[in-house]
């Protein structure tokens, strides 16, 4: 299966990020478009194309504007999450940075679609270049006419606000993203009820993911048929492929999705030479991990999870023989009790006490019933923490225990990790001792 | 409330100039909080008491409830922050890749350990969470800047340059790493007229779109469209590798869809009829939706 770049296809153009390059290569037509259209028709559209959330849940996207209640007077919103922040995940940064008009262009048709005025774009505080080009780009597109008053002339009016975040992974949930734009702790709220009923300021507001709006523009200007030919029957369109890691030339693959890791592996090089690869996660590092088993395995949202894992934000993180399973997967489980916001117990406790039993594990220091431990405690985070963030906590560790039980056996009856951190670097170590892994003991830090 | 009004004199219009132009940005002033930390970092390095106080007083808040925030996220920082945020990725991806290596190697040089700060002032190393360029692996952030594909050595020179007061490049982003205090007040909206500097899209970000141009490799026509001229299809049994750089000028614009004949797969692996399989009940909790 071939390449088929639509978001990324401009990229390389000189000053991709101009609205001026933009509009050279096509961009806003499809805006034009959707200003000729009822409203309804773009849900519509949009609904048929299949198109579902690129932020990792995979919930249909036109499906998710059609729980709008009906228009009541009152505002309703549109939230971008460009709080890009799931390990592996790398697909949306390099797209605003790349090609924050084609994000614009989005928001404006989606914005229109379900009758919003004013949107906002919540992005990562951890990404500066992004946030100018960001606010860059608002401001060439209102200059141009495309946002503020009268749109183009349509009558329709459209504010953009580009909010910057602080710090916390947590927030890319969208509930604790609402609750951060608020000006708040970003911590996640019940649901129901769910933000198109009551989300920002208890108003009705869609929140989508960068890839998904970024998707839109395409999809108006081409039709549902076009982007639904691509991709298999339930899991249509194009997506953005992130291959990184010991892969000979990691970086961003646009496929249709259904494509397999063999295939873009092919198209990268390959795993680094003289290693096999030993492990992947399919879409970041709250997807249970996979093996060389699972190869020719297509990456769509039903493939993936008929294999026991989930696609995603097909955040491909490739590792090779060299990497000892547990290092890897006890720094998942240190992220996980550092972004745990506390709100709710089971996630906020088991995230600590899995880092100190799979550090314990990781130093030699493990004693025989501890992977019982980690799959009890595991066992009572899934299912019962108050958002994804505490089962996507759980996923490696019990896909690692399956998959893996005689390498953590090792480290507990070896007394120690067999393996050496310098050989899994992709650089030599520059002098006896500098590598000696030690960074990793952070047992009770 | 606030029971004080710390900031003074012209340094209290100023900020009170820059609290109302964040909060016009918002339908209700409470979402201008996260803009002001920034902001209050801008002036004083940090979130001082003074800042919180600011903050607080602006926003018709307690004290408390600004601390609440700014102690919940990690670029806040409650003591006096170095110029340059020196952040390592450690999370496993970046660590594994050489990140801790980078990590200890740093500390061993500057002579400091996470969240310290070097006597000069210069440099406050940090490890930090998973940013977003793993195809960059083992990627430093300076100030939120992107450093990548690091080593130790790569690693050291900046921050040796930096502490010298040189002007540094990140790999993308801005001609130089700004200080800690101008990063902080772009990030509280205000704009440092930086963002047309630096490159589009760097060499990992561009892999597939090159390799897609070698191939002639796109998506599908659009449908009714004007018959393109057909370019052959390539499998992916033998992609070429694109062994051209980058394009020094301005290509020619294309057509959002142009020439298109890869085929269309629809259908071909849908046969699998089990539903994409989040642990129950986490069907409707929406990750980075």
Same mark, same amino acid.
């Given at each position: 299966?071939?390449?088929?770049?639509?978001?990324?296809?401009?990229?390389?153009?000189?000053?991709?990020?101009?609205?001026?390059?933009?509009?050279?290569?096509?961009?806003?037509?499809?805006?034009?478009?959707?200003?000729?259209?009822?409203?309804? %028709?773009?849900?519509?559209?949009?609904?048929?194309?299949?198109?579902?959330?690129?932020?990792?849940?995979?919930?249909?996207?036109?499906?998710?504007?059609?729980?709008?209640?009906?228009?009541?007077?009152?505002?309703?919103?549109?939230?971008?999450?460009?709080?890009?922040?799931?390990?592996?995940?790398?697909?949306?940064?390099?797209?605003?940075?790349?090609?924050?008009?084609?994000?614009?262009?989005?928001?404006?048709?989606?914005?229109?679609?379900?009758?919003?005025?004013?949107?906002?774009?919540?992005?990562?505080?951890?990404?500066?270049?992004?946030?100018?080009?960001?606010?860059?780009?608002?401001?060439?597109?209102?200059?141009?006419?495309?946002?503020?008053?009268?749109?183009?002339?349509?009558?329709?009016?459209?504010?953009?606000?580009?909010?910057?975040?602080?710090?916390?992974?947590?927030?890319?949930?969208?509930?604790?993203?609402?609750?951060?734009?608020?000006?708040?702790?970003?911590?996640?709220?019940?649901?129901?009820?769910?933000?198109?009923?009551?989300?920002?300021? %208890?108003?009705?507001?869609?929140?989508?993911?960068?890839?998904?709006?970024?998707?839109?523009?395409?999809?108006?200007?081409?039709?549902?048929?076009?982007?639904?030919?691509?991709?298999?029957?339930?899991?249509?369109?194009?997506?953005?492929?992130?291959?990184?890691?010991?892969?000979?030339?990691?970086?961003?693959?646009?496929?249709?999705?259904?494509?397999?890791?063999?295939?873009?592996?092919?198209?990268?090089?390959?795993?680094?030479?003289?290693?096999?690869?030993?492990?992947?996660?399919?879409?970041?590092?709250?997807?249970?991990?996979?093996?060389?088993?699972?190869?020719?395995?297509?990456?769509?949202?039903?493939?993936?999870? %008929?294999?026991?894992?989930?696609?995603?934000?097909?955040?491909?993180?490739?590792?090779?023989?060299?990497?000892?399973?547990?290092?890897?997967?006890?720094?998942?489980?240190?992220?996980?009790?550092?972004?745990?916001?506390?709100?709710?117990?089971?996630?906020?406790?088991?995230?600590?006490?899995?880092?100190?039993?799979?550090?314990?594990?990781?130093?030699?220091?493990?004693?025989?019933?501890?992977?019982?431990?980690?799959?009890?405690?595991?066992?009572?985070?899934?299912?019962?923490?108050?958002?994804?963030?505490?089962?996507?906590?759980?996923?490696?560790?019990?896909?690692?225990?399956?998959?893996?039980?005689?390498?953590?056996?090792?480290?507990?009856?070896?007394?120690?990790?067999?393996?050496?951190?310098?050989?899994?670097?992709?650089?030599? %170590?520059?002098?006896?001792?500098?590598?000696?892994?030690?960074?990793?003991?952070?047992?009770?830090? | 409330?606030?029971?004080?009004?710390?900031?003074?004199?012209?340094?209290?219009?100023?900020?009170?100039?820059?609290?109302?132009?964040?909060?016009?940005?918002?339908?209700?002033?409470?979402?201008?909080?996260?803009?002001?930390? #920034?902001?209050?970092?801008?002036?004083?390095?940090?979130?001082?008491?003074?800042?919180?106080?600011?903050?607080?007083?602006?926003?018709?808040?307690?004290?408390?409830?600004?601390?609440?925030?700014?102690?919940?996220?990690?670029?806040?920082?409650? #003591?006096?922050?170095?110029?340059?945020?020196?952040?390592?990725?450690?999370?496993?991806?970046?660590?594994?890749?050489?990140?801790?290596?980078?990590?200890?190697?740093?500390?061993? #040089?500057?002579?400091?350990?996470?969240?310290?700060?070097?006597?000069?002032?210069?440099?406050?190393?940090?490890?930090?969470?998973?940013?977003?360029?793993?195809?960059?692996?083992?990627?430093?952030?300076?100030?939120?800047?992107?450093?990548?594909?690091?080593?130790?050595?790569?690693?050291?020179?900046?921050?040796?340059?930096?502490?010298?007061?040189?002007?540094?490049?990140?790999?993308?982003?801005?001609?130089?790493?700004?200080?800690?205090?101008?990063?902080?007040?772009?990030?509280?909206?205000?704009?440092?007229?930086?963002?047309?500097?630096?490159?589009?899209?760097?060499?990992?970000?561009?892999?597939?779109?090159?390799?897609?141009?070698?191939?002639?490799?796109?998506?599908?026509?659009?449908?009714?469209?004007?018959?393109?001229?057909?370019?052959?299809?390539?499998?992916?049994?033998?992609?070429?590798?694109?062994?051209?750089?980058?394009?020094?000028?301005?290509?020619?614009?294309?057509?959002?869809?142009?020439?298109?004949?890869?085929?269309?797969?629809?259908?071909? #692996?849908?046969?699998?009829?089990?539903?994409?399989?989040?642990?129950?009940?986490?069907?409707?909790?929406?990750?980075?939706?």
């Amino acid at each position: 299966m071939p390449l088929s770049p639509v978001l990324t296809q401009h990229w390389d153009a000189a000053r991709s990020w101009t609205l001026q390059t933009y509009e050279s290569t096509g961009g806003y037509s499809a805006l034009r478009t959707a200003l000729t259209m009822e409203p309804a %028709a773009i849900v519509a559209s949009v609904k048929d194309s299949g198109l579902r959330g690129r932020g990792g849940a995979g919930f249909p996207t036109g499906m998710k504007w059609g729980f709008l209640p009906a228009p009541d007077g009152g505002p309703r919103y549109l939230v971008v999450n460009a709080d890009e922040s799931e390990p592996g995940t790398c697909k949306d940064t390099p797209l605003m940075m790349a090609t924050p008009q084609l994000l614009i262009e989005g928001i404006i048709i989606t914005s229109y679609a379900i009758g919003c005025h004013q949107a906002f774009i919540y992005v990562r505080g951890e990404v500066l270049h992004v946030y100018r080009r960001l606010l860059n780009a608002v401001a060439e597109a209102r200059a141009a006419g495309y946002v503020g008053t009268d749109v183009l002339g349509s009558g329709y009016d459209l504010e953009i606000t580009v909010h910057a975040g602080a710090g916390a992974y947590i927030c890319g949930e969208e509930t604790a993203l609402l609750d951060s734009l608020e000006g708040l702790r970003g911590q996640p709220r019940l649901k129901p009820p769910f933000p198109a009923v009551a989300g920002l300021y %208890a108003r009705p507001t869609v929140v989508n993911n960068v890839e998904s709006i970024a998707s839109v523009p395409s999809i108006v200007g081409n039709g549902s048929a076009w982007f639904s030919s691509m991709g298999t029957e339930r899991s249509t369109g194009y997506g953005l492929f992130s291959l990184s890691g010991h892969v000979v030339r990691p970086g961003q693959y646009e496929a249709p999705l259904g494509i397999t890791l063999r295939e873009l592996l092919e198209m990268a090089g390959g795993v680094r030479g003289g290693h096999e690869l030993k492990f992947w996660t399919p879409g970041g590092s709250s997807t249970p991990l996979f093996t060389a088993e699972h190869l020719d395995v297509p990456l769509d949202y039903e493939s993936v999870g %008929a294999a026991g894992s989930m696609l995603g934000t097909r955040a491909l993180q490739i590792f090779d023989d060299s990497t000892c399973v547990v290092r890897a997967v006890a720094r998942w489980a240190d992220f996980y009790a550092h972004e745990s916001c506390g709100k709710c117990t089971p996630c906020r406790e088991g995230t600590f006490w899995l880092k100190q039993v799979l550090h314990r594990i990781e130093h030699g220091l493990g004693t025989p019933g501890d992977l019982e431990v980690l799959l009890s405690v595991c066992d009572s985070i899934l299912g019962r923490a108050f958002c994804a963030l505490g089962d996507g906590a759980t996923s490696t560790i019990t896909s690692s225990i399956a998959l893996f039980r005689a390498e953590y056996e090792a480290h507990i009856t070896g007394a120690g990790c067999p393996f050496d951190p310098a050989a899994s670097a992709l650089f030599e %170590a520059s002098g006896a001792g500098t590598l000696t892994g030690t960074s990793a003991g952070r047992v009770g830090a | 409330m606030a029971t004080h009004e710390p900031y003074t004199g012209d340094k209290l219009e100023r900020l009170t100039g820059d609290a109302a132009a964040a909060m016009a940005r918002y339908p209700k002033a409470r979402s201008a909080l996260l803009p002001l930390l #920034h902001l209050v970092q801008s002036e004083d390095g940090y979130v001082s008491p003074d800042g919180i106080a600011f903050c607080a007083a602006t926003l018709g808040l307690s004290t408390a409830e600004v601390s609440a925030v700014a102690t919940f996220y990690s670029q806040y920082k409650r #003591h006096p922050n170095g110029t340059y945020t020196v952040g390592v990725c450690t999370n496993t991806l970046c660590a594994v890749m050489g990140g801790d290596a980078i990590f200890d190697e740093l500390s061993a #040089h500057l002579g400091i350990g996470n969240d310290e700060t070097t006597t000069d002032g210069a440099i406050t190393l940090e490890r930090v969470e998973c940013n977003a360029a793993c195809d960059y692996a083992p990627v430093v952030m300076v100030n939120w800047e992107f450093f990548d594909n690091q080593t130790p050595t790569s690693a050291t020179d900046v921050v040796d340059r930096l502490r010298a007061g040189h002007d540094v490049a990140p790999t993308r982003g801005a001609q130089k790493v700004v200080t800690f205090r101008e990063m902080s007040r772009v990030l509280a909206g205000f704009t440092d007229g930086r963002a047309d500097e630096g490159v589009g899209a760097g060499e990992a970000s561009l892999r597939g779109t090159l390799l897609a141009e070698a191939n002639h490799w796109s998506a599908p026509e659009r449908p009714g469209a004007a018959p393109a001229d057909a370019s052959p299809t390539s499998t992916t049994s033998t992609p070429s590798t694109p062994t051209v750089k980058r394009p020094a000028k301005a290509r020619t614009p294309r057509a959002r869809t142009p020439k298109a004949t890869a085929p269309a797969p629809g259908g071909e #692996h849908s046969s699998i009829d089990t539903p994409a399989g989040p642990p129950e009940g986490l069907a409707d909790v929406t990750k980075e939706s």
